[in-house]
């Protein structure tokens, strides 16, 4: 029988256990899985969320694991789900076991929504992660598109409208613009399309925008970010290529315009102009990874127009109390 533990992630055997679990149950090549340090700082509670990761054992070995995050400064009715389980031994109920576990955890919380997110092959149906939420009565809100650029790359060259001016950094961000820049990670989820289920924004403040910057460093995650100004040197968009430890993978992460400014090409403007400021870190790794509502028409094609092509489809599902 399965023996369910809770995952003390302060304690590096047993998050290990956990992570070894993860790692070997993503086996798809559009499966990017987090590295261990930032898997371990993902899962860690922190003022933003409390979070809860669990073990499933057979007979003292690990072969299910499933973590839920629980936001604490918005979306507080939201839980967040995941599970995984090793494949030799899957459709023995083991998944179900862990579900079951996360889901009485969200409600003794006192949330009413829990969300998960499989992934599935851009020519499939659906695979296991997909009928596993549905056979647990979830339902999906959105669909979103996954996209990967190969690397090397082939550049287009930067066309900026006038009006606006671009600044790049990696690190800290500038003093002057942490607050409008944290308000530009805070509108997401507003400003971009996303379904029905009730998502609210982000909390984001500069002491977030901070705490962001020092748990990247802690990871080794670098980031490059870029900015567009309008003439009144207000900060209108942002984008981020996020370049993880491994050497290896490259995801692109939040890119936004606010509403007023778009329909100036600001978009492929930020994205190429990323591209050119990370020309060094880019270097060696194998391609980068996007992720956008499927129905986001604009950023799909300034997508396609950089050369990246869909390999996947995640389903945003949620199951309501
Ligand atoms: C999804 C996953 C966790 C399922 O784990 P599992 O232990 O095999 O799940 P269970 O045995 O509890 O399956 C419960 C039900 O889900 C459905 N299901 C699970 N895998 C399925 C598959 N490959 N095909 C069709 N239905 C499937 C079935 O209804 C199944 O019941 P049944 O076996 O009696 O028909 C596992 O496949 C996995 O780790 N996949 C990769 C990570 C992932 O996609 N996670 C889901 C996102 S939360």
Redesign the pocket.
């Known amino acids: 029988m399965l023996v369910i533990e809770r995952v003390d992630l302060s304690d590096t055997p047993s998050f290990e256990a956990l992570y070894d679990v993860y790692a070997r149950?993503?086996t798809r090549d559009f499966d990017g899985a987090w590295l261990a340090a930032e898997k371990r700082v993902n899962l860690t509670d922190d003022e933003y969320g409390a979070k809860i990761a669990l073990l499933g054992r057979l007979d003292g070995a690990p072969v299910?694991g499933?973590w839920v995050v629980m936001p604490l400064r918005d979306n507080t009715d939201f839980a967040f789900?995941?599970?995984?389980?090793?494949?030799e031994?899957?459709?023995?109920?083991?998944?179900?076991?862990?579900?079951e576990q996360l889901i009485g955890i969200s409600r003794a919380s006192g949330r009413s929504t829990d969300f998960?997110?499989?992934?599935w092959g851009v020519d499939e149906e659906g695979?296991?992660?997909r009928?596993?939420?549905?056979?647990?009565g979830f339902e999906l809100d959105i669909m979103d598109a996954v996209r990967e650029l190969s690397l090397p790359a082939q550049l287009l060259p930067l066309e900026l409208d006038p009006h606006y001016t671009l600044e790049t950094w990696r690190g800290p961000c500038p003093d002057e613009w942490v607050d409008e820049y944290a308000d530009l990670r805070r509108i997401l989820t507003s400003e971009a399309p996303s379904g029905d289920a009730g998502l609210e924004d982000e909390y984001w403040d500069a002491a977030r925008v901070r705490k962001d910057e020092a748990d990247l460093v802690r990871v080794g995650r670098e980031m490059q970010v870029v900015v567009a100004r309008a003439g009144s040197g207000e900060l209108v968009g942002h984008t981020q290529l996020a370049f993880p430890a491994d050497g290896i993978e490259v995801y692109q992460w939040d890119t936004l315009v606010r509403p007023e400014h778009r329909g100036h090409g600001l978009g492929l403007a930020l994205k190429t102009r990323a591209l050119q400021a990370s020309a060094d870190l880019l270097e060696g790794r194998r391609r980068i990874t996007t992720e956008n509502a499927a129905s986001n028409a604009h950023m799909i094609a300034v997508n396609e127009k950089l050369g990246f092509r869909q390999t996947a489809w995640t389903g945003e599902y949620v199951r309501t109390l």
């Open positions: 149950s993503l299910a499933g789900l995941e599970v995984v389980v090793l494949p031994h899957r459709r023995r109920g083991h998944g179900s076991a862990v579900l998960a997110m499989p992934v695979d296991a992660g009928w596993f939420v549905e056979a647990h």
